[in-house]
Structures are given as structure tokens and as C-alpha cells.
């Protein structure tokens, strides 16, 4: 019998790139024996003390959907932050995310936690998580990173940022040769062809 693999996912909620790679791990699931550990980091956090905001956020938008998630986490589990992940995605416009009302009740959580985006109850609990995912690959990076522990050993990457979602055995392909390039001694850095616009439809 093949040993279940975990592969823990720090993601900022409000990137549609980390989305599609959530989506990945999801179809990896169904093919590697896979588990999908969910956490939370901040692209607030990771930009902080710089000159210019790359995210144009000056109002601090992104500090809600993190706070919501971060709340989900710590207070609901696993389980349940999968599924309001998710619903913040695939409830309302569809190309960023949904009312996060809905998207707390079609999660099956109480909707009242939406007022947690707006306190700070819970950023150090955002930092502290985003400081153990961080610190799991170093300086440099953004969301999402993923780390995969099996049999002892570790791997951890950056990524993939993809722009369409694979599926099945294609998404299975892609999780064996991220492994085998991540996984290398020595290798740091491999980059594609240049960004697309995410496809989030269907997802």
C-alpha cells in the first residue's frame, strides 16, 4: 500500500492564481494519495515595509478575507476552512471573491464570522501561520506554498501558478514532476511561459 502523502497549502484567499492551484491539489487528491492540509498567509503581511504596495491595496481590503479565513482555521478546522475557500470563489461574481456573507452560509458556518475581517482578533494568528509557511522555503516567494512531508522527508515550493486548471491524470503528472524538480538538491527556481489571465470558469 502506497503511504498517504500530506501536502500542507498556505494560500491568501483573494489571489485567483492560488485558487487554481487549490483546485489542483483538489484534483491530485483524486489520483496520488494525497492529503491537503489548508493555512492561511497574507499578502499584506508578505508586503509590508515596502515602498509600493504591489497589490495597490491601500485601503487594506486584503487584511478581510484573510482575517475570515484565519477565524475558520483556528476556531472550525480543516474541513471547514476547504469549504469556505472554496465558496468564496464559486458564490457571487465568480472572478474575485464572493459576498463573504454568502459564502460563510453556503460553507455552512456562521455568517456572523464575517465581522472578523474587520478587527484584528486574529492577525497575529495570520502572521504566525504565514511566518511557518514562509519559513518553510525562505525569502522571495508569494502564495501559494505548498509543502509535502512523506515518509520523514520534506519538499516545499512555490506553486506552480498555473492559469488553467489540469485534471485528472494531467493534474497527477504535474504533481510528479513538481515533486521530482522540487525535490532535486540544488534546484531553486524554474519559471514558464509568460502569465495568462486565470480561467476560473468551471472551477
Request: hydrophobic share 40%; with cysteine.
Amino acid at each position: 500500500m502506497t503511504d498517504m502523502v500530506v501536502a500542507d497549502f498556505w494560500f491568501d484567499p483573494s489571489c485567483p492564481y492560488t485558487f487554481l492551484t487549490s483546485r489542483w491539489l483538489l484534483e491530485v487528491r483524486q489520483v496520488r494519495p494525497v492529503e491537503v492540509r489548508w493555512h492561511v498567509m497574507s499578502l499584506k503581511v508578505l508586503n509590508e515595509g515596502l515602498e509600493v504596495d504591489p497589490e495597490g491595496d491601500p485601503e487594506g481590503y486584503l487584511w478581510i478575507p484573510v482575517r475570515i479565513c484565519a477565524a475558520v482555521q483556528r476556531d472550525h478546522g480543516q474541513q471547514a476552512l476547504e469549504r469556505l475557500y472554496t465558496a468564496m470563489w464559486t458564490t457571487g461574481s465568480g472572478d474575485w471573491i464572493g459576498d463573504l456573507r454568502t459564502a460563510l452560509s453556503t460553507a455552512g458556518l456562521p455568517v456572523a464570522l464575517a465581522e472578523a475581517g474587520h478587527g484584528t482578533d486574529y492577525d497575529d494568528f495570520v502572521r504566525a501561520s504565514h511566518a511557518e509557511g514562509v519559513g518553510s522555503i525562505g525569502p522571495g516567494v508569494g502564495t501559494p506554498i505548498v509543502r509535502v512531508t512523506a515518509g520523514g522527508e520534506r519538499v516545499v515550493f512555490f506553486g506552480p501558478v498555473v492559469s488553467r486548471l489540469p485534471t485528472g491524470e494531467d493534474a497527477g503528472r504535474l504533481w510528479d514532476g513538481t515533486l521530482l524538480v522540487a525535490g532535486t538538491p540544488g534546484f531553486h527556481e524554474l519559471k514558464g511561459r509568460p502569465h495568462e489571465e486565470p480561467d476560473l470558469h468551471g472551477v
